[in-house]
């Protein structure tokens, strides 16, 4: 069969990447890439939210499965217009319907399904203009830090942390009556702070049936011991050596049924990955955020786990028969370093060249692109994050050391790493 990878990042490389492995997979297009999906398949130059190319690129290329990376086309509406068509409904599309992805595209939207079906969450209100003066009164009687986030997508930064009340007043106000996040901050969903340790865990569901893969911890800090900006994810590490097997039965108990079960009495067409955000608090886990797509970096970290032929399990997902299906995971323990732009995750030069990429000696790993280019004969960068280094060791320790070896054979200008991914596991 013929696969339209749609996305341009380090989560898609890693797909390809395995996408590529199956016996399933004829030939792999991927919308737009970067230099390293090229060399896995055809990149076609078309971005995610062009869905008429996309479906024409399909038409053109006999491609009958799309599987879709990004949260922005699924949050717009990717999966119902490819199904809506006559031309394209026979294409297996692995994402949820714009419906179900509004899990991500509206933090509102989330806080009420996870009401509704119980699941444990921060007690939260949410706030439009409408009710504002409300909103204030809310703030002002509320126990400090508090969270602010603004209802829609906005590119990872819409979540605003305030430890006094004056700071949460004034934000209040800028992403009302400013808009400080546009049309996303129409909607302000105000929610108690949760004390813990993050972590990421993933599904892949038809709907009615769900496999867990491997869970991960995602580093967002831009500095060493997660100091800093915030950031895409500078890191990740699998297994997460705190989801012992008693933790992870309350959250699939506590959280995964009941989100899969919910999915059913909603009504919702879900046929791809849900990434659960969660934090620990004391032992309990709580979901910070949905998202209807794989995480990145924790894609590059948790697929080169997985030894069960993707493709296969994207068909059973598809045809809604995931319930016949395993998945096999690879003990190891497996890191992902990013290299990003310097600068990054404020403003950043693109268009240097990345030496060193020819004569690369990795020997229980890979490397993934993430914001590269290829420019003729160099492989240059064109994002903030450019390059993930993945590694498999007998530990985390083990397995981070392999990446950064990986990245010191690597150049360019501006380059930067954190050199302590899985720090507190030592
Ligand atoms: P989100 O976009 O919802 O993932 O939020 C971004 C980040 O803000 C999360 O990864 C957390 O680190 C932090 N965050 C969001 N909500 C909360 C909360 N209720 N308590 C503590 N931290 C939070
Ligand atoms: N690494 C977090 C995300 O993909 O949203």
Redesign the pocket.
């Known amino acids: 069969m013929n696969i339209l990878l749609v996305g341009s990042g380090g989560r898609e490389h890693a797909l390809a990447w395995k996408l590529k492995q199956s016996n399933l997979c004829t030939q792999l297009f991927i919308a737009p890439g970067n230099a390293g999906t090229s060399l896995l398949g055809t990149n076609l130059p078309i971005v995610v939210n062009d869905f008429e190319l996309l479906k024409a690129a399909c038409l053109k290329n006999n491609i009958t499965m799309m599987v879709v990376g990004p949260e922005e086309p699924l949050v717009n509406g990717i999966y119902d217009d490819f199904k809506n068509d006559t031309n394209t409904k026979h294409i297996h599309v692995i994402g949820p319907s714009k419906n179900a992805a509004q899990l991500e595209g509206s933090?509102a939207f989330a806080k009420e399904f996870m009401l509704r079906h119980n699941i444990p969450t921060?007690a939260y209100k949410e706030f439009t203009n409408s009710n504002y003066a409300e909103g204030l009164e809310y703030i002002k009687n509320h126990s400090l830090p508090i969270?602010l986030?603004a209802d829609g997508l906005a590119a990872?930064k819409?979540?605003v942390?305030c430890t006094n009340t004056m700071e949460a007043l004034s934000e209040f106000e800028l992403m009302l009556h400013k808009s400080k996040f546009g049309e996303a901050g129409k909607r302000v969903v105000i929610?108690?702070?949760?004390t813990g340790i993050?972590l990421s865990i993933f599904a892949l569901t038809d709907g009615e049936n769900y496999l867990l893969l491997p869970e991960a911890k995602d580093y967002?800090r831009i500095g060493d011991g997660d100091t800093g900006l915030n950031t895409g994810g500078m890191g990740a590490v699998s297994p997460v050596p705190f989801v012992t097997e008693a933790f992870l039965q309350k959250i699939k108990t506590q959280i995964v049924i009941p989100t899969i079960e919910g999915f059913k009495k909603d009504k919702f067409e879900y046929k791809g990955f849900v990434f659960f955000?969660l934090?620990n608090v004391d032992g309990e886990p709580k979901v910070?955020?949905y998202n209807c797509r794989m995480g990145d970096p924790e894609t590059e970290t948790v697929i080169p786990r997985i030894e069960s032929d993707l493709v296969e399990l994207f068909l059973a997902t598809a045809q809604q028969r995931l319930h016949e299906k395993n998945i096999i995971i690879n003990p190891k323990s497996v890191t992902t370093v990013i290299a990003v732009s310097g600068g990054y995750p404020e403003g950043y030069e693109k268009g240097k060249e990345i030496k060193g990429l020819n004569k690369l000696t990795i020997t229980d790993g890979m490397l993934f692109h993430c914001g590269t280019l290829q420019k003729n004969e160099l492989t240059v960068t064109n994002g903030g994050r450019v390059i993930a280094a993945t590694s498999y060791g007998q530990t985390i320790k083990e397995a981070v050391k392999s990446s950064i070896n990986t990245l010191q054979q690597l150049n360019y200008d501006g380059m930067y790493y954190r050199t302590d991914i899985g720090y507190e596991f030592e």
């Open positions: 933090k921060a969270v986030k990872g819409g979540v942390i929610e108690e702070f949760l993050e967002k955000g934090i910070i955020e």
